[in-house]
């Protein structure tokens, strides 16, 4: 029987003098005008710190984003407006979602009095599909997983129609990139609200865009905090592409950490990824569930992907098999860690289950 691969990955590839900067704050601007901003919160947790025997750990949470569950809207948005400069004929905005990219298109189409149509891999929650459809939007399901959801949501080119995508199949597309700079307002608000700096930064990762605005920022932040992305055991694209030197598709089993289940990273944020990360640890959803329950326990509603983090934390100073990924950080009584929640619960019957699981 074959070793399994660690849980934990050195990226032997980073080069940080190649990762771009962030994108213009011209799109924070445009954020802080829209009705209902304003910074979402950064908690300490000094109680598992110290149980860590870390210096401090710090948790972005992005529960309540412009009255969505997840920071998706950040990018969505802007997307959508720089669509709509390029092209103020658009009448149609169409994208492929797990859930919350879906849902955040779907508010910015009612917002501007624009039709939508959502196309929804198999095995996404009915909570999930819902919510979406509740913002005004179709939603076409698709008999195959996430990458089927992406291309038949790219097939939908008929005049009127903008694809608002956070993925790219070709290194060349526009659209992902603009998503990415969306997420940027993030990590300015990050630079405002943290007051010292990091040591270490954990990013869920899906398809790269949200990774690759927190490698943009970091890179180019006092002190270049090492970035480490987050995937699951079922999904982990990017560690697989990291071990391979190039992108590559690995197979998508299912997962709980709906947001993550994706099985190629986008060609637009690849390089930024490989030049940038420090390293990639995959957690499974056991895991994440009970980095679910630990939050709660601190009063904070976070869903899985949002959890994963704090999960990978855990792995990371646990495991045998991440030694080279801790040495490589210099991890010690000292560090101080940011995790990204990404997300609160956005399948309220899947949150009430895990939190009422036992491990």
């Not at 169409?94 to 501007?112: E, F, I, L, P, T």
């Not at 990458?147 to 008929?158: I, P, Q």
């Not at 790219?168 to 007051?195: H, I, K, M, N, S």
Request: proline share 9%.
């Amino acid at each position: 029987m074959s070793t399994p691969p660690a849980r934990g990955l050195v990226n032997h590839r980073r080069c940080l003098d190649r990762v771009p900067p962030p994108g213009a704050p011209e799109a924070t601007r445009f954020h802080q005008r829209l009705p209902g901003y304003a910074p979402t919160p950064v908690r300490a947790l000094p109680g598992v710190a110290t149980q860590l025997g870390i210096g401090a750990l710090r948790l972005k949470d992005e529960s309540d984003r412009l009255g969505l569950p997840a920071f998706k809207i950040l990018g969505a948005s802007w997307a959508v407006e720089q669509a709509l400069r390029q092209d103020p004929a658009i009448r149609t905005l169409v994208a492929a979602s797990a859930g919350n990219h879906g849902r955040a298109v779907a508010r910015c189409a009612a917002n501007r009095g624009l039709a939508c149509r959502i196309y929804l891999p198999a095995g996404a929650s009915l909570a999930r599909a819902d919510a979406i459809a509740a913002e005004g939007a179709v939603v076409v399901p698709v008999e195959s997983g996430y990458d089927g959801a992406v291309a038949a949501a790219g097939t939908a080119d008929e005049p009127g129609t903008a694809l608002i995508a956070d993925v790219a199949r070709q290194p060349d597309e526009v659209c992902p990139g603009w998503v990415a700079d969306g997420y940027g307002t993030l990590f300015r608000e990050l630079a405002e609200q943290l007051g010292a700096p990091v040591d270490l930064v954990l990013v869920p990762v899906g398809v790269g865009a949200l990774a690759s605005a927190a490698v943009r920022w970091a890179a180019h932040t006092a002190g270049c905090p090492p970035v480490v992305g987050v995937e699951p055991v079922a999904a982990a694209c990017l560690t697989g592409s990291l071990r391979a030197g190039r992108p590559v598709t690995v197979p998508t089993p299912g997962t709980s950490l709906a947001g993550l289940d994706c099985a190629t990273p986008s060609a637009v944020a690849w390089p930024v990824l490989r030049d940038g990360l420090t390293g990639m640890i995959t957690v499974d959803d056991p895991e994440a569930h009970a980095a679910v329950r630990e939050l709660a326990d601190l009063g904070l509603a976070i869903g899985d992907c949002g959890a994963a983090p704090l999960a990978a934390l855990r792995r990371l100073l646990a495991d045998p098999g991440c030694q080279p990924l801790r040495a490589a950080l210099e991890l010690g009584p000292t560090t101080r860690v940011l995790c990204l929640a990404t997300e609160g619960p956005t399948d309220p019957a899947g949150y009430r289950t895990v939190l009422g699981a036992t491990t």
